[in-house]
C-alpha cells in the first residue's frame, strides 16, 4: 500500500521517552497507513518499552539498541505478534 500524502508522522526512531533525541539522525517519516506495520502499532511498541524500563525490567540502553536495531523485531519480542 502506497501512504497517503500528509498520512505520515516525523517520528523518533528512539522515542523521547526512553532517550531519544531532537536531532535529524534520530528523525523519519513514519506512515499512518501502511499496514500491518505503522506509525499506531510502533507507539504501542514505545509504550511498552517505557513501562519495561520503568519497572525495573528493561535497561534503558538496551531498549534504544532494539528499537533502532529493528523496531520490528522488538515489537514482536515485547508484544507479540500484530
Avoid at 4 to 22: M, N, Q, R, T
Avoid at 36 to 65: F, M, Y
Amino acid at each position: 500500500i502506497r501512504p497517503k500524502s500528509g498520512h505520515y508522522e516525523v517520528d523518533h526512531l528512539i522515542p523521547l521517552s526512553i532517550g531519544g533525541a531532537d536531532v535529524r539522525e534520530n528523525l523519519w517519516p513514519e506512515s499512518r497507513d501502511t499496514q500491518p506495520w505503522n506509525a499506531n502499532v510502533k507507539d504501542r511498541l514505545e509504550v511498552r518499552l517505557h513501562a519495561e524500563i520503568c519497572a525495573g525490567r528493561l535497561s534503558i540502553t538496551d531498549a534504544q539498541k532494539e528499537i533502532s536495531r529493528d523496531w520490528i523485531a522488538a515489537y514482536r519480542k515485547y508484544i507479540g505478534s500484530n
